[in-house]
């Protein structure tokens, strides 16, 4: 008789850790735990139990980060998402992100910073 072992069952935060891990480039590697860690539950605590108008409006942005899809869309959202928190906290500036071409444009990483300032503050 053998047994059957369960499959291990990923999470949103398991998916999109392995995205950051792949495609982050260095130097800015060594945030993504603090990232997926203290910064996301608070983001998502505070959409899920904030205003209903934030969360309707920020709804499409959450879906995003817990998409299972390698679509490249997906993935530069999700890369996105983790390069405007390196914004939000101080950690790097918006101009050499776009400078040195780890994001296409501001406009990609301001989206997400406006809805970290809306949902967080």
Known sequence: MSI????E????KDELKEVLTRHVRDPFKDKIDEYLGGFLDILYDK????DIKTREYYAYHMALLMAKSDKPNVIKAKLNSYYAYLVYKGYVS?????KD?????????YTW???????IG
Request: net charge positive; glycine share 10%.
């Open 101 to 109: 071409k780890y994001v296409a444009g501001g406009e990609s990483i």
């Open 47 to 50: 959409w899920w139990n904030g």
């Open 4 to 7: 059957i072992q369960p499959k």
């Open 9 to 12: 069952v990923k999470t949103w």
């Open 94 to 98: 918006a101009y050499r992100l776009m």
């Open 113 to 119: 910073l406006r809805a970290y300032r809306k949902i």
